[in-house]
């Protein structure tokens, strides 16, 4: 009965806590979002600057793979050297060195996929973009060309 009472006499306060961290975050991303569409219309009309941020996303993700490479193959190696025989606690070294060696991995490859994600994001807002512009050129070709031969039409 007491947890009864306690859970609504908080459930309010969590309820207000609740609701301004997710104004908060949504604002975060509204305006991150916003951000993200600039700059593909950017990169919409500068071809050159949209190709070098494609290759910039590219070289960050090996950058990125590498450098976890070199600092977690240490750790790999070093479990690995570790005797398998049993040591005591030593023995357990190996479950260490090669649980750091598999984080480093694990924190490089979710970085990866956060960049990747980001700039298929963008590519396809860039798509969209693109995509938009040439149906309103298509439509408005469409309608100068229907202009035009009316005006022939009407002078011929």
Do not use: C, H
Not at 86 to 91: R, V
């Amino acid at each position: 009965m007491p947890v009864g009472i306690a859970t609504n006499l908080l459930t309010p306060q969590i309820a207000k806590v609740a609701a301004r961290y997710n104004s908060k975050l949504r604002r975060r991303l509204d305006e991150r979002t916003e951000r993200q569409y600039q700059r593909a219309k950017e990169f919409a009309e500068d071809s050159s600057s949209y190709e070098s941020y494609l290759m910039l996303a590219i070289l960050r993700t090996t950058l990125i793979y590498a450098i976890g490479g070199v600092i977690s193959s240490p750790f790999a190696l070093a479990a690995y050297s570790v005797p398998n025989q049993n040591l005591g606690a030593w023995f357990y070294l190996w479950d260490v060195l090669f649980g750091f060696s598999q984080l480093i991995n694990l924190a490089a490859t979710v970085a990866v996929l956060n960049i990747a994600r980001e700039a298929m994001r963008t590519v396809n807002i860039v798509r969209g973009i693109r995509s938009e512009r040439r149906t309103a050129l298509a439509a408005s070709t469409k309608a100068d060309l229907r202009d035009t031969n009316k005006a022939q039409v009407a002078a011929g």
